[in-house]
């Protein structure tokens, strides 16, 4: 499949079949994740991969609530994820990274190279996380397995505790894997229009309006 029709036809589903996903594909979209941009090369982002129902249970009893499951339209074809990848990041590497010499001058280090993750204007450990899971999301979608990413809303600390991730590495979300049944309940997002701002050199008025 050519990217520029992955990147085209690539969407959420919502709504997946049980059958199993084969472990060497999921090790291969995990491996597509680590060609991802990466600030300093830090590569501070980790991935675990759950691949049995067991597993699927732990995660969604962390991240969801019985409240959430009853009253859900959505619940019934998530719940039926065969796979998921639950994707982290690490603050403290990055700062680590930006203490050492090639990067301490931009003030993004630990003490007394900078302020810590504090001093971040953008948490970079969250972009290149998100970088990651686009990739994994796209390969997923060239070898016809469908995905999700279901953000961080809830459960994190619990999340932690049960697949034992250490304190310091923020749960970021989880890509869920799976193959499409043909059932997918649409999300009410598809109802807003997209309307991304592109200006060549410089920003421009819209309507005699400056967007902000």
Not at 27 to 50: C, E, F, M, V
Not at 71 to 84: D, E, I, M, N, Q
């Amino acid at each position: 499949m050519e990217l520029s029709e992955a990147i085209k036809k690539r969407r959420m589903v919502r709504s997946f079949s049980p059958e199993s996903i084969p472990d060497e594909l999921i090790d291969r979209l995990i491996s597509y994740a680590r060609n991802a941009p990466s600030a300093g090369n830090t590569a501070g982002w980790a991935a675990i991969a759950l691949t049995d129902q067991h597993s699927m249970s732990l995660l969604w009893d962390a991240v969801t609530d019985a409240e959430w499951r009853a009253t859900s339209k959505r619940w019934g074809g998530l719940s039926k994820a065969p796979a998921a990848i639950v994707m982290l990041a690490n603050p403290a590497n990055y700062t680590s990274r930006y203490s050492m010499p090639d990067k301490s001058a931009s003030g993004l280090g630990n003490p007394p190279h900078g302020g810590g993750e504090d001093s971040w204007p953008v948490p970079y450990w969250f972009v290149d996380a998100g970088s990651a899971s686009m990739l994994i999301m796209l390969g997923a979608h060239e070898a016809g397995v469908g995905s999700l990413f279901l953000g961080n809303f809830r459960g994190e600390k619990r999340l932690k505790e049960t697949l034992g991730i250490p304190d310091s590495w923020r749960y970021i979300g989880t890509i869920l894997l799976g193959y499409d049944d043909g059932n997918d309940y649409a999300s009410q997002s598809v109802k807003n229009r997209r309307n991304n701002l592109v200006f060549h050199g410089r920003w421009q008025q819209e309507n005699n309006k400056v967007q902000e």
